[in-house]
């Protein structure tokens, strides 16, 4: 995939994460489906490791900031 701007990314993110729970916030759940609708390619890495290299503070969600960095490297 094409790089994707901040914008796009913000997009994306506030899709799922409005889906359940905390609106701000992506869970477990809520990145699995993101990547396997979004990012199919990305897939190989497990989600649950995709998860926890972005929660960087281990509040079992994750934030954009989180988010962005982490999900850049794997689509760059
Ligand atoms: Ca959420
Ligand atoms: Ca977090």
Do not use: C, H
């Not at 359940?20 to 190989?44: C, H, M, R, T, W």
């Amino acid at each position: 995939m094409a790089k994707t701007s901040t914008e796009e990314l913000r997009k994306v993110f506030s899709k799922y994460a409005l889906k359940g729970g905390d609106p701000n916030q992506l869970s477990q759940y809520e990145l699995k489906v993101l990547i396997e609708k979004e990012f199919p390619g990305v897939a190989k890495a497990t989600v649950d490791a995709i998860f926890k290299e972005m929660d960087k503070n281990n509040d079992g969600e994750v934030n954009f900031e989180e988010f962005e960095p982490v999900i850049t490297k794997l689509i760059g």
